[in-house]
């Protein structure tokens, strides 16, 4: 990204700049905004849900998953550093030209659905705050975030997405707003639970659908590939190895800011309705607006504001980053000019692209489809997709004629494959649960 890579090759060719936020600035990057994007407002809902059903007992979940999402994003992000191609970019010049058109449509499907759920989401938000119409705030939305993505220079752009995922902190405030059981919830973060229950191991299915999801691997691949083709200097690894290890340390560091990040707030949403909503008996949360209205009478007005206001902020967040990994899957998949760094001019089909997948999630707002169910099908969809991307991934990274001298070993390569196993068990239970 060009504001971000331009100032952290600034700190990190100024030996002075030894202070805590130089040292966060060599940090942050695509990882930390994919990691952000994955708690939208769909994410929300789920993580609303699994807090109001089963309390604090679901909290381990988060800490379980984290190895496994940071493992398959660094995996995301080596291939694009490596190849100088995303995830789609390499799919269509290494598999059979079957398997991506069914990938991509796949990824374009249920990213679609989760825009007009997010969508959705954030008008329904700022009706409760402001009333109004929800469909005037859905064409509103969609418009803001397909014009900042157009119009704006890519590096204020940049700047708008950073200062997005601050609105995640929204439930960081919500969770100390509220009287916390501290003693209990951490209980349920370090000690593991299991209730040999339907309603558990639907939560628990639901949850790792949201937190390892296809459009986060393409956003992540991709996004590498701008911050490299941004630098002057860096060049994909395979043809430029000497710059493997920072780069590698890089992604390394940043992956995990991200993916922590993405999980201290889904763990903060869990707390914050465990401690109220659970707490009062509310147990069937719908979306994270029913969250916010519910948090209403258990946490007080300062509670729901927050929260109403934080599926905002993360909508604006996410509503770009599907909208954006579905136009690299198609770009790169047809082999058309794409890249955030370009001019409209320079990438008419890309941005097309990314106009179309917010206008179709947008046009579900205006069509019988209920927009919570949009979800469940979007999480049906993501699982079906994700396991055999996931596959294909962790093939690629392990050729040689794809990484050159970097495939992907040891303990990153176990964590690769049990991310995948987690993700497929998790698309078998949702089609027996859609079976039975």
């Known amino acids: 990204m060009t504001e971000v890579g331009a100032q952290i090759e600034t700190e990190q060719s100024n030996p002075s700049a030894k202070g805590p936020f130089q040292k966060f ?16 407002p769909s994410g929300i809902g789920t993580y609303s849900q699994a807090g109001a059903q089963l309390g604090f007992n679901i909290g381990w979940v988060m800490l379980f998953t984290f190895p496994l999402m940071a493992a398959i994003q660094e995996i995301a992000g080596r291939i694009g550093r490596t190849t100088g191609k995303g995830i789609s970019g390499n799919l269509c010049r290494h598999y059979p030209v079957s398997l991506v058109y069914c990938v991509v449509t796949l990824l374009f499907v249920a990213n679609v659905i989760n825009i007009g759920a997010d969508l959705s989401a954030m008008a329904d938000a700022l009706k409760m705050l402001l009333g109004g119409p929800s469909s005037l705030y859905v064409i509103a939305f969609a418009t ?42 951490a209980k349920g973060v370090f000690i593991p639970h299991i209730e040999w229950s339907g309603a558990f191991f639907t939560t628990l299915l639901a949850i790792l659908g949201t937190t390892i999801s296809p459009y986060l691997f393409f956003w992540q691949a991709s996004q590498e590939v701008e911050e490299e083709e941004l630098k002057p200097k860096a060049k994909p690894l395979r043809w430029a190895p000497w710059q493997a290890p920072k780069a590698f340390q890089r992604i390394r560091a940043d992956t995990l800011v991200g993916m922590a990040f993405s999980n201290l707030i889904a763990v ?5 309705t465990a401690a109220t909503l659970h707490k009062t008996g509310v147990t069937n949360i719908g979306s994270s607006t029913d969250a916010a209205k519910a ?44 890249g955030l760094q370009r001019k409209p001019k320079e990438a008419i089909a890309f941005y097309a692209t990314l106009a179309i997948a917010t206008a179709l999630g947008t046009g579900i707002m205006f069509t019988p489809i209920d927009p919570i169910k949009a979800l469940y099908w979007s999480a049906v969809i993501n699982g079906m997709c994700a396991v055999p991307v996931m596959i294909v991934m962790m093939l690629m990274a392990a050729r040689t004629d794809i990484m050159g001298e970097f495939p992907v070993q040891g303990w990153l390569r176990a964590l690769g494959w049990l991310s995948t196993l987690a993700m497929a068990a998790s698309a078998v239970g949702l089609i027996a649960q859609w079976v039975v």
Request: charged fraction near 10%.
């Open 144 to 185: 803001i975030c397909v014009s900042a993505i157009v119009f704006l220079d890519y590096s204020r752009y940049v700047t708008v997405l950073k200062w997005a995922t601050l609105s995640l902190f929204a439930y960081v405030i919500a969770m100390f707003a509220i009287k916390m059981p501290w003693a209990e919830a």
């Open 268 to 272: 903060a949403i869990i707390f914050t």
């Open 295 to 338: 948090l209403e009478p258990a946490a007080g007005k300062f509670a729901f504001i927050v929260f109403s206001a934080g599926i905002i902020g993360t909508g604006l967040l996410a509503v770009p980053v599907l909208a954006g990994s579905a136009a690299f899957a198609v770009g790169e998949a047809l082999r058309w000019p794409v």
């Open 25 to 40: 600035l060599r940090t942050i990057g695509p990882g930390f905004i994919t990691g952000a994007s994955d708690d939208d």
